[in-house]
């Protein structure tokens, strides 16, 4: 919002913001709404109800703080209905099956009468929701209405006339084609992105050299029982009998055939060149093939005499979870005024700082980080080769998990978790998140 939207929004109370937010839906739907808010406020009076006037959705959240991640149930409304949500819903008994939905953590039941909140399975679904909390509801009191988001824009929450989508039907058709080869290509380039990122988190790490071969002869022992190659996001290092032998920046094309790599290096005797080769991965196994800088890609992993070509399978070293060696990698400060966050740190620390999709992206010349507004906390977030593995050590060792892994497409791979003394931390994947 703009400030002169922002100070209107304020004068309002947020009871009256919520009245006309439900207001702008058809009579049937904004009937439904209240109808059902009605029904879960008697099921969690205390709860806070976390509002958002979003683009897509209208999202009263019910929280047992001013978080969204402790969201227990939400309700969820456009043009064509209502539903219930349930934000940690994965992890909800459903021996009935009447949650929908696939992904990692969010499941929803759709709501054609408020009576639905009433039939059966439905009340059990939304007491094992309450009873998973952490922290739990508070037995007294009654909880505030906050309105997080109004977004400038939104859809329309009302379905359009007859004769509106007769027209709009029109210029659909018209379009359709193009737009459909459009989509199709961008689906492709998005799967051949997401292939190339999963590859980069597999190659994560520490890996010792089994064989190898240059112009058609193995190379010696001597190489091959004493290399090392560490990847870091999206930087490798490869050292012989401890010394470096190339430090390089590598980009990745999983969509080829065979997969491509490019090394852009850096450091060691070859530093300034570009070397161009392809790789493949099988378990905790990876082979390379290389062909010296200002040569053609090579086509496969062979190596013939005077080719100048090197081919190498190196095996990823065995990490052991049981005592992680886990930098810190991202950081996150909030507070309730998140302009006061930015110009603090700004002015004290001289940090540099870049506002987007919500978060303030803080530069410290080092560690990278964000500003947000919300509930004042800090959570540091350690860099981890495997989440799932990591969580699970951190569970057996005493902690919870309060996110699990989750993939934002193109920002970060983490999760969240808790310490045995209650404090918030999170992890990110290597290889997954801006350096």
């Not at 988190?201 to 071969?213: D, F, I, M, P, Y």
């Amino acid at each position: 919002m703009n400030r002169v939207a922002k100070k209107a929004a304020q004068a309002v109370s947020p009871k009256k913001q919520l009245a006309e937010f439900i207001a702008k839906f058809d009579p049937a739907n904004a009937k439904l709404i209240r109808q059902c808010r009605a029904e879960i406020r008697q099921l969690l009076p205390t709860a806070n109800e976390v509002v958002y006037d979003n683009y897509n959705f209208f999202v009263i959240g019910y929280c047992t703080t001013e978080r969204p991640s402790d969201c227990m149930v939400s309700l969820v409304a456009n043009a064509s209905g209502v539903g219930l949500s349930f934000y940690y819903g994965a992890t909800l008994p459903d021996p009935q099956h009447l949650l929908l939905g696939s992904g990692n953590q969010n499941r929803f039941i759709r709501l054609p009468s408020v009576e639905t909140l009433r039939s059966p399975g439905v009340p059990a679904l939304i007491q094992a929701a309450i009873a998973q909390a952490d922290p739990a509801p508070s037995a007294r009191g009654g909880g505030q209405i906050i309105i997080r988001c109004i977004a400038a824009r939104q859809r329309p929450r009302r379905k359009p006339a007859l004769s509106q989508v007769k027209e709009s039907m029109k210029k659909t058709a018209h379009t359709l084609l193009i737009g459909l080869i459009a989509f199709i290509f961008a689906t492709a380039r998005a799967e051949d992105n997401e292939a190339a990122k999963a590859d980069k988190a597999r190659l994560q790490g520490e890996w010792t050299l089994v064989s190898g071969e240059r112009d058609g002869d193995a190379l010696p022992s001597a190489i091959t029982n004493d290399s090392k190659r560490v990847a870091q996001g999206d930087e490798i290092t490869v050292t012989i009998q401890g010394k470096l032998l190339m430090k390089a920046k590598f980009t990745l094309d999983a969509a080829k055939a065979p997969k491509t790599i490019d090394y852009s290096v850096t450091g060691g005797p070859l530093a300034g060149s570009t070397q161009l080769g392809i790789y493949e991965l099988d378990g905790d196994t990876a082979k390379f093939c290389f062909s010296i800088p200002g040569q053609e890609r090579p086509a496969n992993f062979l190596t013939k005499p005077g080719d100048g070509r090197t081919m190498s399978v190196w095996k990823k070293k065995e990490i052991n979870t049981n005592h992680m060696s886990a930098p810190i990698v991202y950081f996150e400060i909030a507070g309730p005024d998140g302009a006061k966050l930015k110009d603090f740190y700004s002015a004290v620390l001289g940090w540099t700082i870049d506002d987007h999709a919500g978060i303030a992206a803080a530069s410290t010349g080092g560690l990278k980080g964000g500003l947000r507004q919300d509930p004042a906390e800090k959570v540091l977030y350690f860099g981890v080769p495997d989440i799932n593995a990591a969580l699970k050590h951190i569970e057996e060792s005493g902690g919870k998990t309060v996110v699990p892994r989750t993939v934002v497409p193109g920002v970060v791979t983490f999760a969240l978790f808790t310490d045995p003394a209650g404090n918030r931390l999170g992890l990110a994947e290597f290889g997954s998140y801006p350096k």
